[in-house]
């Protein structure tokens, strides 16, 4: 199939639910992807397509939507999988980071010794939409001593510019809206 | 390899913390499977085998740990996948499960057309302890008219009795613990 063949079938598998999670936004429910055998086989190949030559060490994914795909790429690039989890979920020595939302703070965590000085890693996540969670993450992984090599995103909400925190990464989105 | 073989290589990849998440706990962490390359393609190919030839339409899985086994699962049958996640999260309309825990209650939600009518199910989860949140999981799937052919987890904790519970079903455990 042709790339933009691909990406028609995708976006038809979206959902877009009005009004969630509150009045006036458009939320891109991909569940409906999920849930299609052929929608979840082609966006974890296209988000793992440009990272295959790139001898990735470990992939990276935020708890909880950042681990389907980040498992997923895992197993296309035949690498491992570490998981960035809410506080108090990771058993042994973690690192934190905090971050800022909308309102107020929120904070991650990753084992202390999920990532080896100088590996590769790649970054996935479903969507990006501000940027901030995926730039946390990030810091953690280079506080860890590993690689960035890219951030993989199934979306990208364009008119909300996160990629202007994550400007020195090289990212990848498989979908790109460029309006509400 | 033998399926022994692949048992001891998935045991020693499982860290062990004590005290976690309270004094007297032994933890199996699985965070040291999933960031090994030939861990996490052993053990989703181990807890996927029973299942190929059942024709599986989609896997369940719930938020947060259920999401990676149940997308590597639904990609090494081929099929979708269902996420079953806590309440507020899921966009469109949902039908929600109560369940008991050892204080108090939680709840489980899955969009209301997630499963259609006779649809064979393969439910999915990295852990059997005492098996409450796989029956609510399982509660919800035959309510929305699925046909659960299975249960596939990781690992079993035996000595919590998870399976009195679940007795209709059939159960496949790759890795199973029969004391603390």
Known sequence: MMTLEIE???????RHVHDFPKKGIVFRDITTLLSDAEGLALSAEAMADPFREKNIDVVVGAESRGFVFGVLLARELGC???PVRK????PAKTISQEYTLEYGTDKLEMHADA???????????DLLATGGTMKACCDMVERLGGNIVGI?????LAFLK?????AKYDIHSVLTYDSE
């Open 8 to 14: 028609q079938k995708l976006l038809k598998l979206i």
């Open 80 to 82: 491992g999988f570490v």
């Open 87 to 90: 506080p108090g979920k990771l």
């Open 115 to 125: 990532i080896k000085e100088g590996h590769t890693v790649l970054m996935v996540d």
């Open 152 to 156: 993989s995103f199934l979306i990208e």
């Open 162 to 166: 996160g990629r202007d925190q994550l």
